[in-house]
Each structure stands twice: as C-alpha cells, then as structure tokens.
Nanobody, 127 residues
Framework: QVQLVESGGGLVQAGGSLRLSCAASGRTFSTYAMGWFRQAPGKERESVAAISWSGGRTSYVDSVKGRFIISRDNAKNTVALQMNSLKPEDTAVYYC????????????????????WGPGTQVTVSS
C-alpha cells in the first residue's frame, strides 16, 4: 500500500509555471507506475501524464504535450509535474495516483487503472 500527498499548487498568471510534487510513503514506491490527473469544477477527472516505474517511459494527454513534464525520484519517493506555459483551462485540482498497470510502459491513462490517490492540490491560472 502507498499513501500520497501532493503539494505545490497555487495561483499563477497565464503563461507562468508551477511545479507540483507528490510525496509517497512506504518502501514499495518504485514498484508502482505513477500518474497525474486533474479535475475542473463540473468536469470529470482526466489524465494528465503517466510515468513508468523507472521513469524511463512517460505519456501525456495531448492538451499538455510540450508544456508539462512528469518525472520521479525513486530514492526520495517523489513524483513531480513541471507545468509551463500555463493556460486558464489548466485550472483544476491536481491529483497524483499510483498503479501497477503500465508499470513498464506508462500506458495507464484511465482513472479506473489507479488504486491509490492523494487528496489533491488546487491550481488556478488567471487570465
């Protein structure tokens, strides 16, 4: 089992950057693929990015490709999401999650693929 806590959210102007971090408890962090999701008011939770257990493979939803970068540090039990060129439509609560699906391929991009979730951190992008 793994427990997750996100940090780094806040208010930023359009075009700015934020770096989200997710800290995981437990000794088995490196045995999970990780993902970042977001949920805007009135909308369903959607995938943003995923990363394999080693960090060698990553996947992104089309709307963030070229702007967001997911990374992980297994020695520190953390996964990060660097968000650049932020847009108002990026405003949402951002969640990190852990899964055994897509461990080597980072192909887990569905909410149903993930077993463990953090409480989320709010990101607000003003225009």
């Amino acid at each position: 089992q793994v427990q997750l806590v996100e940090s780094g959210g806040g208010l930023v102007q359009a075009g700015g950057s934020l770096r989200l971090s997710c800290a995981a408890s437990g000794r088995t962090f490196s045995t999970y693929a990780m993902g970042w999701f977001r949920q805007a008011p009135g909308k369903e939770r959607e995938s943003v990015a995923a990363i394999s257990w080693s960090g060698g493979r990553t996947s992104y939803v089309d709307s963030v490709k070229g702007r967001f970068i997911i990374s992980r540090d297994n020695a520190k039990n953390t996964v990060a999401l660097q968000m650049n060129s932020l847009k108002p439509e990026d405003t949402a609560v951002y969640y990190c999650a852990a899964t055994k699906v897509g461990l080597f391929t980072a192909q887990a991009m569905a909410v149903r693929d993930y077993d463990y979730w953090g409480p989320g951190t709010q990101v607000t992008v003003s225009s």
